[in-house]
């Protein structure tokens, strides 16, 4: 008898074994599904180019701005971000970036690639004219709802970008510092520099949170997804104000 239930037993406890692997399979997918990006920024497309708050679509829905000093690589950061080589056009001359750039994630979600600030080989004149586009698209843009500042690893918290951080954090504008071109730095030198900053960060006691990222070697791309996701789904979108002077 006993030579007769030892295979069944066996083939049993076997049976048992796959099943549970197959419940752990299952449960670690639908954690993926948490995990990973919700939205598919693949399919992320241009909407248009505009010098002025004036030329961008009605002041609705949700926008995520990327800002930062005019090397800091907004457009190769938007690019990796939504796996779009030329979605947003890249120039080993700073500066290039002059419109206020709009990108369609999903209906009423959009990204925006801000004009770059701090850049000084530019006419005063066009530098001032940038100027004017980008503050103005910050301060009366009611669809902006999250902020990306994106900074070199290397030298980030400039006197701009802390301007930038603290004008956010007053008007109640949830913050990623993107710590760009990591790849420059080797490991341990990464995780130090995005200790400092986290640390210096908390002194602005807002929403202000820290990633490190690399365009080159995909390092970061998923947490961006992540928290781009959070921002498209549990802020509340802009809607049209009948009151507002067009």
Same mark, same amino acid.
């Given at each position: !008898?006993?030579?007769?239930? $030892?295979?069944?037993?066996?083939?049993?406890?076997?049976?048992?074994?796959?099943?549970?692997?197959?419940?752990?399979?299952?449960?670690? !997918?639908?954690?993926?599904?948490?995990?990973?990006?919700?939205?598919?920024?693949?399919?992320?497309?241009?909407?248009?180019?505009?010098?002025?708050?004036?030329?961008?679509?009605?002041?609705?829905?949700?926008?995520?701005?990327?800002?930062?000093?005019?090397?800091?690589?907004?457009?190769?950061?938007?690019?990796?971000?939504?796996?779009?080589?030329?979605?947003?056009?890249?120039?080993?001359?700073?500066?290039?970036?002059?419109?206020?750039?709009?990108?369609?994630?999903?209906?009423?979600?959009?990204?925006?690639?801000?004009?770059?600030?701090?850049?000084?080989?530019?006419?005063?004149? #066009?530098?001032?004219?940038?100027?004017?586009?980008?503050?103005?698209?910050? $301060?009366?843009?009611?669809?902006?709802?999250?902020?990306?500042?994106? !900074?070199?690893?290397?030298?980030?918290?400039?006197?701009?970008? $802390?301007? #930038?951080?603290?004008?956010?954090?007053?008007?109640?504008?949830?913050?990623?510092?993107?710590?760009?071109?990591?790849?420059?730095?080797?490991?341990?030198?990464?995780?130090? $520099?995005?200790?400092?900053?986290?640390?210096?960060? #908390?002194?602005? !006691?807002?929403?202000?949170?820290?990633?490190?990222?690399?365009?080159?070697?995909?390092?970061?791309?998923?947490?961006?997804?992540?928290?781009?996701?959070?921002?498209?789904?549990?802020?509340?979108?802009?809607?049209?104000?009948?009151?507002?002077?067009?």
């Amino acid at each position: !008898m006993a030579n007769v239930s $030892q295979p069944c037993l066996t083939n049993g406890i076997e049976h048992f074994h796959a099943i549970t692997r197959i419940i752990s399979a299952i449960a670690l !997918m639908r954690s993926w599904s948490i995990t990973l990006s919700e939205l598919n920024y693949h399919v992320t497309r241009f909407i248009l180019s505009a010098p002025d708050i004036r030329h961008l679509p009605s002041d609705t829905g949700i926008e995520v701005a990327f800002a930062g000093r005019s090397n800091a690589g907004k457009s190769s950061a938007l690019n990796t971000l939504t796996n779009q080589k030329g979605l947003a056009r890249t120039s080993k001359t700073p500066g290039r970036t002059q419109l206020i750039n709009l990108f369609e994630v999903a209906e009423g979600k959009r990204l925006v690639d801000l004009p770059g600030y701090g850049y000084a080989e530019v006419p005063e004149e #066009m530098k001032l004219k940038w100027q004017r586009a980008l503050g103005e698209y910050l $301060q009366k843009r009611q669809a902006l709802k999250g902020l990306v500042i994106l !900074m070199d690893i290397r030298h980030p918290l400039k006197d701009l970008d $802390q301007q #930038m951080i603290q004008w956010a954090v007053e008007s109640g504008i949830p913050v990623l510092l993107l710590l760009t071109k990591a790849d420059k730095l080797a490991s341990g030198a990464r995780k130090a $520099q995005l200790n400092v900053v986290k640390e210096a960060s #908390m002194a602005f !006691m807002g929403d202000v949170q820290v990633e490190i990222f690399s365009s080159l070697k995909k390092i970061g791309v998923d947490r961006v997804r992540q928290k781009l996701d959070s921002w498209f789904s549990e802020l509340e979108p802009a809607v049209e104000d009948q009151d507002t002077e067009a």
